[in-house]
């Protein structure tokens, strides 16, 4: 069963969905939006005038200052998660490795089994190992929103996981200022994305994505303990939130190893005795 729901949850992870065994731990919510105190300005449902339009750009203008550019990134973390029918599963040991535009690559372990998923993925293809169960998955992107339906983009994870804002893009209204956090909204196709920022810096503290064709259906992540990693301010703690038909909880905490622009490695081999899923 454990072996199972690790080999499921690791891609769920990394694609913003979920699939849950273990004891349970409270991942803590944040309120959204964390600050409705201290408004000094709200703008009307569209930047329209010359005003708006300048603080919009200003927005991001400043968003962008915050994006996380890299060659190559590394990091280890401990996963946790449950969901709202009381079943969860912890301290999963995962170890991400990217070539930025090209490769997110993981290994994840629990207690004393290691390396138990290895998981590869590009913009074109899917590659899952399970060493435990001797299996293998081999997908083309397509195939693989089909077979494990996620809604997967590398972009999109590549973003996650490296800690900057998904769905953001310069349509900026719905502003609002606080003390402490800017609010804003930014309009896509098939979703609605909202954004808390830090007033000072713009640092993202929480953002929520909603699926417009499916009512109830969102995403929410917080960011916090913010560390400066090589000239980054990247986000050491994640808490991401999925609501559908269930409430997914996901804590993302990365402790060990944080590193940018070095040399990596991507070892995936498939055994030739893995029976092929």
């Not at 729901?5 to 699939?19: E, F, T």
């Not at 939006?33 to 300048?54: H, L």
């Not at 293809?125 to 083309?140: A, E, F, G, I, P």
């Not at 994870?157 to 804002?165: E, F, K, M, P, R």
């Amino acid at each position: 069963m454990r072996r199972t729901v690790l080999l499921q949850s690791i891609v769920a992870i990394l694609s913003l969905a979920l699939l849950s065994c273990g004891s349970a731990k409270k991942i803590t919510r944040a309120s959204f939006p964390s600050d409705t105190t201290g408004v000094v300005k709200k703008d009307s449902s569209a930047a329209t005038n010359e005003a708006d339009r300048a603080l919009a750009a200003g927005i991001v203008e400043k968003m962008k200052a915050n994006h996380i550019d890299f060659k190559t990134f590394e990091a280890k973390l401990k996963v946790d998660y449950a969901n709202d029918k009381g079943t969860s599963f912890n301290n999963i040991r995962v170890n991400i490795r990217m070539i930025k535009d090209s490769v997110i690559w993981i290994s994840a372990s629990v207690l004393i089994l290691d390396d138990v998923v290895r998981c590869m993925i590009t913009k074109d293809s899917l590659k899952l190992v399970n060493r435990k169960d001797k299996t293998v998955m081999l997908r083309d992107i397509a195939q693989a929103r089909e077979t494990l339906n996620i809604p997967f983009d590398f972009n999109t994870l590549q973003d996650l996981l490296v800690g900057n804002a998904i769905y953001f893009n310069d349509s900026i209204s719905n502003i609002v200022k606080t003390n402490s956090v800017v609010s804003f909204t930014c309009q896509h196709p098939e979703l609605v994305s909202l954004f808390n920022v830090f007033a000072d810096d713009f640092g993202l503290q929480q953002s929520k994505v909603t699926d417009k064709d499916a009512a109830g259906r969102s995403c929410e992540l917080t960011y916090g303990e913010y560390k400066n990693v090589q000239g980054r301010k990247f986000p050491t703690q994640r808490r991401i939130y999925i609501e559908e038909k269930n409430i997914l909880k996901i804590a993302m905490d990365f402790k060990d190893k944080i590193e940018f622009d070095s040399p990596v490695s991507i070892p995936f081999r498939v055994p030739a005795n893995y029976t092929k899923e």
